[in-house]
């Protein structure tokens, strides 16, 4: 029956985690329904679906929920085997990409989150770490893109891509909330092409989020987090 | 021909003895490679995980993958016996989801409770009971988090079975109790008496006597401190 094949996801327009779901259904061509949460007023369904994290996403496939951006993804690719693979078929290989996905997270784009929410000092050392762990990136990545980062197409996204796109797209309006420079063309210029191509590519362009709004977001983040921390 | 399986640990990581399980329960000959992380990492640890300098490092026929969850997850896929995670799409994502929650939430609150200095105890405490009992709930009365047999999550979570119960003991702290957690208590103890598990965990009284001595350092320090 044609409700079982249902796919639904549950998510909240600024976030990035549901846009990597996001950007790997449409990608894929499946068709999803959308509920956007009110994060300030969680539905019902929301808190029943994800009761250990009340978060976003939820995928519901078929009724059955699943949590966790990294846990959705990996299920999108095992369960529609169509293009664009995710992930490589070789275990060596996609243990090289769950690698890289886990350093991408937790070294870049949570630095990012810790540059925007702090500042003074603090800001500085966290910068600093960030373009250090860029520093490695940059020179790793040059073994995986020998021929640099052009020619990326819907048809040919993988976990990666996603996951650069997800931390550094908006680096824009975090470079404007923040008051530093976070992406240097000069000092990576394989992650900014990378990033540049990204932006570029049709079903990315599809989820850009309202560049106002996320920038009165971001700075409501900011100026929370500056707040609590005094 | 046989294959070259080689690990590089740390006698104490609980992250290191996950991968030995996983290697032992599916029958994997591997040469293990005992690296002094606190002093002298050796230069081809340098070498095979030039990105964080860490243990665990597998080496598979001179290919080496680091960070332990990436490595079980390799070793699924390339040796088949005595699987860890099921087959179904639907049913992997919830051992990874467990999986996720053991490693990134359970093991930073426990560890912040069993560490924490007296005035953030209760806090750390309360956060890591909270834990515990949001991983019991994914027992459901099952003898391991895997069913019938060890899985990823059981795997992921062997820090709680063992290391936790030996750091109770060392700061006299107790975390995870019969009463309060009786599922999860069971659980510590089916896993620590399988003889897989048990030929992959540090020596009893040695780690013991480690984490007494952090205690003490932990308390030298506070009374530096307040003088």
């Known amino acids: 029956m044609e409700e079982e094949k249902e796919v639904k996801l549950h998510g909240m327009w600024a976030s990035t985690y549901v846009k990597r779901v996001e950007v790997a259904l449409r990608a894929k061509g499946i068709p999803y329904e959308y509920i956007e949460e009110d994060l300030s007023n969680k539905s019902q369904l929301l808190l029943r679906y994800n009761p250990v994290h009340k978060k976003v996403p939820v995928l519901v496939h078929n009724g059955n929920p699943i949590a966790e951006s990294s846990v959705i993804l990996e299920y999108i690719d095992e369960t529609w085997k169509i293009a664009p693979r995710l992930l490589p078929d070789d275990p060596c290989q996609r243990a090289q990409v769950r690698f890289w996905a886990s350093f991408i997270q937790q070294q870049l784009f949570e630095a990012i989150g810790r540059i925007i929410t702090s500042n003074g000092e603090a800001q500085e050392k966290n910068t600093n770490e960030l373009l250090q762990q860029m520093d490695v990136f940059e020179e790793k990545m040059k073994e995986f893109f020998p021929e640099g980062t052009q020619g990326i197409q819907n048809e040919s996204i993988g976990l990666l891509d996603i996951l650069v796109s997800a931390t550094f797209s908006p680096y824009k309006i975090q470079e404007e909330i923040a008051g530093v420079k976070i992406l240097d063309p000069k000092r990576h210029p394989i992650i900014y092409s990378w990033v540049t191509n990204m932006n570029q590519v049709p079903v990315m362009k599809e989820l850009v989020p309202p560049h106002e709004k996320l920038l009165a977001l971001l700075q409501f983040v900011r100026q929370n987090a500056l707040k609590s921390s005094t | ?227």
Not at chain 2, 53 to 80: F, M, Q, R
Not at chain 2, 102 to 110: F, I, R, S, T, V
Not at chain 2, 124 to 145: P, W, Y
């Open chain 2, 1 to 227: 021909m046989s294959e070259e399986v080689k690990v590089f640990g740390f006698w104490c990581s609980p992250f290191s003895r996950r991968v030995e399980l996983a290697l032992k329960l599916k029958g994997v000959q591997y040469e293990y490679i005992e690296e002094d992380v606190f002093k002298n990492k050796s230069p081809l640890l340098l070498k095979y995980n030039p990105v964080h300098k860490k243990i665990p490092v597998l080496l598979h026929n001179g290919k080496p993958i680091a960070e332990s969850l990436v490595i079980l997850e390799y070793i699924e896929e390339t040796w088949k016996a005595n699987p860890i995670l099921p087959e179904d799409p639907y049913e992997k994502a919830m051992v990874r989801f467990w999986t996720k929650f053991a490693d990134e939430k359970c093991l930073p609150a426990l560890w912040k409770a069993g560490w924490s200095p007296e005035n953030e105890r209760e806090k750390a405490v309360d956060e890591a009971c909270e834990c515990l009992k949001t991983l019991e709930s994914a027992l459901k009365g099952k003898r391991f988090f895997g069913g019938e047999t060890v899985g990823l999550v059981d795997i992921a979570a062997n820090f709680i079975a063992f290391w936790l119960r030996l750091i109770q003991e060392a700061t006299g702290q107790e975390l995870l109790s019969a009463e309060k957690f009786p599922d999860l208590f069971k659980w510590t103890d089916e896993f620590g008496s399988c003889s897989v598990v048990k030929e992959s965990l540090p020596p009893r009284d040695k780690l013991l006597a480690f984490f007494k001595a952090r205690v003490a350092e932990a308390m030298d320090a506070q009374t530096n401190a307040s003088k």
